[in-house]
């Protein structure tokens, strides 16, 4: 059962971080990271499908923005909770947000669709939208790399492999239900605030 894990992940693990990416994209970005330390894939490759992954989805959702504005799922989004920060805080510091909108957990979607209704020219957008996803891929790469080192040397070297792997994909699971949680709870309270 672990081989068809392990092989499994060596065969889509990339495509998953990618995929995992091009939403919000933390816990992915973390478990490709995890897995380049254990072998299953190197860390610049774990890294490029992360920057990759994060440029796609900033891109989409500027371009559902952009040339979509009035159809009912950016409508909706429109209405989401942090919406009108967003917008507010791209027309006063165009640049920064753009730059910094990934780190903030929950903001990414609305921020892009936010980036798209705005006026910032798209050439601005694409390059800061690289600048931004190659540092974020960077860092969330390179913390699972290294939480994948401090794991092998608390868990020991004891387990297996797979093992390990296994490991990872639990701690990973269980990131991206607690930022689920965190997102849900930021949420609730800036729907509070809005009211």
């Given at each position: 059962m672990t081989e068809a894990i392990h092989h499994f992940i060596e065969q889509y693990g990339l495509l998953a971080v990618f995929l995992g990416c091009v939403a919000e994209g933390e816990s992915a970005a973390i478990l490709g990271g995890f897995f380049a330390h254990q072998n299953v894939f190197v860390l610049w490759h774990a890294i490029l499908a992360a920057a990759l992954g994060a440029f796609v989805g900033d891109t989409f959702f500027f371009i559902l923005g952009r040339s979509f504005a009035d159809h009912r799922y950016v409508v909706r989004l429109r209405r989401r909770p942090g919406f009108r920060r967003a917008y507010r805080l791209l027309n006063t510091h165009p640049n920064i947000f753009v730059l910094s909108n990934r780190y903030v957990y929950g903001m990414r979607l609305v921020g892009g669709i936010a980036a798209g209704l705005s006026t910032i020219p798209v050439p601005r957008f694409?390059?800061?939208?690289?600048?931004?996803?190659?540092?974020?891929?960077?860092?969330?790469?390179?913390?699972?790399?290294?939480?994948?080192m401090s794991a092998q040397h608390f868990i020991g070297q004891a387990l297996l492999r797979h093992e390990r792997l296994l490991v990872g994909l639990g701690i990973g699971l269980a990131v991206?239900?607690?930022a689920w949680f965190a997102a849900r709870h930021i949420a609730k309270r800036e729907r509070g605030r809005e009211q």
């Open positions: 694409v390059i800061l939208n690289a600048i931004s996803s190659a540092a974020w891929a960077i860092l969330f790469s390179t913390i699972g790399y290294v939480f994948g991206a239900v607690l």
